[in-house]
């Protein structure tokens, strides 16, 4: 801005004393000589806008920023594109990943860039598919099977559990299964009961996968990354509602080579008085909860879990244990769910002695999701049911 500035004064000097000296030629002057002291004045004037535009640089300019900005959809696509430039034995297939880019755009401009061998479009046959990307990776490559939604997986749920979870185990560690199944899950907004299950308690509840429940752009970027790289099969659990929020990455998590660990979970907010824990979408809501709490003197630490299986239930416990208060939140159903089971560990484990008062669960409402707008927003959990929950936990 200041260096805009500093040309305009520049050029507005360089008009008015060109103009000036035009005025004060004599008449002995010939326009050659006029012309040779214009174009000296313009060379002087310019050098100087020069040395003033290096003072200016140095004076006024910024580093590079530390982070761009990238939405989860991007985040998602880069990944898989480094990993197809990476390698050759990876390749994405479901319906419309290729030709239409994706159902959500995930996979955009992926099929121009690695043609039909690599992005391919499949029948509306999640059986199928889903059996030709488990062969797929018994045979030795890297699959990246998409489903449209995890709810249509139940069409293909016996090949997900019978035949990838099953097969390592089975074979000893003779038969890797290097599989990444994928695609949007839970609730989104107006799409009723056949597409708002929220599979993350079903797919955890099956020894020899890994579940993956990524919440920002780099949780999307680094767990899919290293989800590709695993010899196991791995069920990712995207949000279809979070594809378009933009969230800041530092360079580092823009490096090719960064990835994230799966089965470690992270502390997005420090805090000293109650313990929220949460996957997914709802780790926002947490934030946001946390944020309100803050003003009235609440202090919510944040855990972000990024995988459901395996669970970091070391990182809940050492956040229990210094804050003495738990709540886990998630979209799912509340029986047999993802906050009752850290809930048992918690309670199985040394954590439980450092409670002072009962973990407690905002959970999805136990009813098959409604259409209706106003019935959908009473089913799933909001800011405000967390706010209500941290202050009956602490009494407040």
């Known amino acids: 801005m200041h260096f805009l500035v500093a040309n305009e004064i520049l050029y507005c000097i360089e008009d008015y004393c060109i103009k000036a000296f ?24 310019r050098s100087g806008k ?61 099929w121009k860039k690695y043609g039909d061998k690599r992005i391919i479009d499949t029948p509306i046959t999640e059986m199928g598919f889903a059996g030709i990307a488990v062969g797929a990776a018994f045979a030795g490559l890297r699959p990246i099977c998409e489903f449209m939604t995890w709810n249509f997986s139940m069409q293909a749920i016996d090949q997900v559990i019978n035949s990838a979870a099953k097969t390592y185990y089975m074979s000893a560690g003779a038969q890797p299964v290097p599989i990444v199944f994928r695609g949007p899950n839970g609730s989104s907004a107006g799409v009723a009961a056949q597409h708002s299950q929220c599979f ?50 530092s360079e580092e998590v823009m490096h090719k080579d960064f990835v994230l660990p799966i089965g470690k979970a992270k502390v997005e907010r420090q805090g000293t008085h109650i313990t929220l824990v949460s996957h997914s979408r709802c780790v926002g809501f947490c934030l946001d909860a946390a944020a309100v709490l803050a003003k009235e003197g609440v202090e919510c630490e944040v855990v972000n879990l990024r995988t459901i299986r395996p669970l970091d239930v070391e990182t ?3 956040s229990v244990m210094k804050t003495g208060h738990l709540v886990t939140v998630e979209g799912g159903w509340p029986q ?14 040394p954590a439980f002695n450092y409670l002072d008062a009962p973990a407690v669960r905002v959970t999805g409402v136990d009813i098959p999701m409604p259409y209706a707008k106003i019935l959908e927003d009473h089913s799933v959990p909001q800011i405000k049911d967390i706010i209500f929950t941290v202050k009956k936990v602490l009494n407040m």
């Open 22 to 45: 035009c005025k004060l030629r004599t008449s002995r002057s010939s326009l050659t000589e006029d012309r040779s002291k214009m174009a000296s004045i313009r060379c002087f004037l």
């Open 50 to 110: 020069s040395a003033v535009s290096v003072v200016l640089r140095r004076e006024f300019s910024k580093t590079s920023p530390a982070a761009v900005q990238v939405n989860v959809r991007d985040a998602l696509n880069q990944a898989m594109d480094e990993e197809l430039e990476r390698d050759e034995k990876v390749f994405l297939l479901g319906e419309e990943v290729a030709q239409y880019d994706g159902a959500y755009k995930v996979s955009r401009g992926l």
């Open 200 to 249: 993350a308690a079903w797919y955890g509840h099956c020894p020899g996968l890994k579940v993956v429940s990524p919440w920002n752009s780099e949780d999307a970027r680094g767990l899919l990354k290293a989800a590709i790289r695993d010899n196991n099969p791995v069920v990712f659990l995207e949000n279809e509602l979070m594809y378009g929020v933009p969230f800041d990455l």
């Open 316 to 318: 809940i416990e050492a």
């Open 336 to 349: 047999y769910g993802v906050g009752a089971e850290i809930c048992a560990r918690i309670m199985e484990g």
